[in-house]
């Protein structure tokens, strides 16, 4: 056989070279993809415990008393719940609907090392022994 001079194929090396640069986009696609797909996970897991907190907090909101102490259980898809209510002030009469200022916090945590925690401050009659 004989090698023309005037062949407009392409060389073994730049079959490789092409080779090589499409591995490496392709590459980087598949980590992007991945990367994206890690976020929507963790959004949408943040979501779920953010839903789980707002229950908790609404939960609360249908005590009519509140008390120094720390409530926990577990909620749907593994998901970890703990409401730590913690007196901040006393009103001045114990009697009246506003007799106590409480800090009411809801810590939601999943997969042993995600968390996420709702605060806020709510007035609650006092109760006789307790406070």
């Not at 008393?65 to 009103?91: C, I, M, P, Q, Y």
């Not at 996420?116 to 007035?123: H, I, K, Y």
Request: glycine share 8%; with cysteine.
């Amino acid at each position: 056989m004989k090698y023309a001079e005037d062949c407009d194929g392409f060389t073994l090396l730049e079959c490789l070279i092409a080779l090589a640069i499409a591995s490496m986009a392709l590459a980087v696609l598949y980590e992007a993809s991945g990367t994206g797909l890690f976020a929507t996970r963790r959004a949408t897991q943040t979501e779920l415990a953010l839903s789980v907190a707002r229950s908790c907090l609404a939960d609360m909101r249908a005590r009519p008393v509140l008390s120094d102490g720390t409530r926990e259980g577990d909620a749907a898809n593994g998901f970890h719940w703990e409401e730590t209510d913690t007196l901040v002030e006393r009103g001045l009469h114990p009697d009246s609907p506003a007799g106590a200022l409480f800090r009411v916090s809801v810590t939601v945590s999943w997969e042993g090392r995600h968390h996420l925690t709702l605060s806020t401050l709510r007035t609650s009659a006092m109760t006789g022994a307790g406070l």
